[in-house]
Structure formats: structure tokens, C-alpha cells
């Protein structure tokens, strides 16, 4: 009832403006006879995983309402059965679901798309938001949530994803660099292996490394890095940062005392080793 109300008052405030929230991308061009037309993108589909039916309804009717396309699944079976026949912009993700821990799902869904995932659980204690952004998710919201910031992370996460797919759809090719026995790759958004196998980073963990990477030898504050990631993701503070860099180095394999990215006390990371620009 209380996510009801909730879904109410948005679509109370969407009627009084005469429209729902706006999508990120959308903009105005002028018409014929100085009539404002809006041009609109593609709609983003959004996959949402959820076993409860009242919050999975409110979810599929809150964004619907925003102008998102979306597939709905109360299981991880279900919810790999869409991925491989429906390309998404973000998973929306409950971690207790009948079939399967929500965390080895992610593992999955990580193999399957490169769209963000955005945990929306019960769990909402600091160690399971933690544990679900070691695990792979973009984002976390604990539930009770309120629509408005359920939505506003929707659209930023999208908004990133999309930025990135049309950056490397447009933009020319980026040297890769080498450092260490790993090259970064910035036209695929990920760091390979010398046997060139992909480590698989989110766009989030890429930024950061490629960040790291292209100040060899020089400390990164906590608060420089964070600049890379806050314009496109909510909630992100220094805890976060660490994390991401504790998963970065996971991926990649660095770890000992020979590791690639040094910590620097109450500053930051720094890379140790020099870089090399590689011929195409």
C-alpha cells in the first residue's frame, strides 16, 4: 500500500505538469511556424527481476509511465531466458528470488549484457550494499524506496550506459596502452591479459583504471577519482571508490607485493609501473 501511495502521489505530480519525467536525451527542435516539436530516442528497455508481485507492478508501472520499455521476470531462470533474446539498458535486480541467490545471478547477467545493474533489495544493511558492489552491481537501493529516486537512478544509470555505447560508436580509435603484462583497451572499455583474454571490467571500474593509467608514477587523491565516475552515477563517495578499485584489482589479477596499483595512505592509488602506447 505504501508503494502504492507512493506511485500515486508521482502520478499526481506528472498531471499536474501534463507530463511524466523526461528521459534523459530527449530534446526540442524547432517546427514549422516556430512550433516546438520534441524529438525523442528510442525507448530503453529495462529488465526487472523481482518476485514480488506488488513491487515488481509498481516498478513496471512507474517506469512504463516514464516512457521506458519494459520486461518483467519473477526468477533468474526467467530472467536469462529474456536476456538472451532482448538487448537492455539496465537490470533491475532483487536479490532473494526463488530459484536463485541474487548475487550468483548477477554473475550471469554479467556474462550475458554489459548494462548496468541496479540491486534493489530488502538487504539494505552497509555490508549487503557492500558485498552486492564487490559483486558486480552499479548501483544499490534498499527497499522501502521512493519512486522519485528509484527513477532518478534508472535514468542516470541508463544515461552512462548509453554514453558509453555512443562514444564508442562514434568517436575514433583510442590508442591502447600497456603497463605492466596488461593492455587497456579504450575502444572496448575493458583491460586484457598478455594471452588476450578481456577481464571483463564494468564501464564504472574501466574509467577508474583507464584514469589510473594514464597518470603513471603519480599519486590519485580519492577525491580526483571520484570526479571520473560522479557525473554519471548516484551515491558514489570514497567508500565506493575503494571498492571499485578492490574489484579492479581482483579482475585484473594484481595482487602481492609487485602489485600495479599501489595505495597510497589516506590519499589515493597510484600506478607503479610505466606505460607504452601501442601501434594499432
Known amino acids: 500500500m505504501a508503494g502504492r501511495a507512493r506511485l ?76 538472451r533474446v532482448k538487448g537492455v539498458d539496465a537490470v533491475i535486480l532483487d536479490l532473494v528470488l526463488p530459484d536463485t541467490d541474487g548475487l550468483v545471478l548477477m554473475t550471469d547477467i554479467r556474462k550475458a549484457t554489459e548494462a548496468p545493474v541496479i540491486v534493489v533489495s530488502g538487504k539494505g544493511t552497509l555490508v549487503d550494499k557492500v558485498v552486492g558492489l564487490e559483486m558486480g552491481a552499479d548501483d544499490y537501493l534498499g527497499k522501502p524506496f521512493e519512486v522519485t529516486e528509484f527513477l532518478a537512478r534508472v535514468k542516470a544509470n541508463v544515461r552512462r550506459f548509453k554514453k558509453d555505447a555512443a562514444r564508442d560508436s562514434s568517436v575514433a580509435r583510442k590508442p ?19 594471452r588476450g583474454k578481456a577481464c571483463r571490467l564494468t564501464a564504472m571500474e574501466f574509467r577508474l583504471l583507464e584514469a589510473i593509467v594514464a ?40 595482487k602481492g607485493k609487485a602489485s600495479l ?16 602506447v601501442l601501434p594499432d
Do not use: W
Open 215 to 254: 597518470a603513471p608514477n603519480r599519486v590519485l587523491s580519492r577525491e580526483q577519482l571520484l570526479e571520473q565516475v560522479r557525473a554519471e552515477a548516484l551515491n558514489v563517495n570514497d567508500r565506493a571508490i575503494d571498492i571499485q578499485v578492490g574489484r579492479i584489482r581482483r579482475k585484473i589479477g594484481d
Open 261 to 276: 596499483i599501489s595505495t597510497v595512505r589516506s590519499v589515493g592509488y597510484m600506478l607503479t609501473c610505466d606505460t607504452e
Open 8 to 83: 500515486d502521489r508521482v502520478r499526481g505530480r506528472q498531471a499536474r505538469h501534463g507530463h511524466p519525467l523526461p528521459l534523459a536525451g530527449a530534446c526540442e527542435r524547432r517546427g514549422p511556424g516556430g512550433c516546438g516539436v520534441m524529438i525523442m530516442p528510442a525507448k530503453p528497455n529495462i529488465l526487472v527481476v523481482e518476485d514480488n508481485l506488488p513491487v515488481r507492478e509498481l516498478m513496471r508501472e512507474s517506469l512504463e509511465e516514464n516512457g521506458y520499455v519494459v520486461f518483467t521476470a519473477s526468477s533468474g531462470g526467467e530472467a536469462m531466458r529474456i536476456l
Open 176 to 194: 591502447r596502452i600497456k603497463f605492466g603484462s596488461l593492455v587497456l583497451d579504450p575502444n572496448k572499455f575493458d583491460v586484457f591479459d598478455a
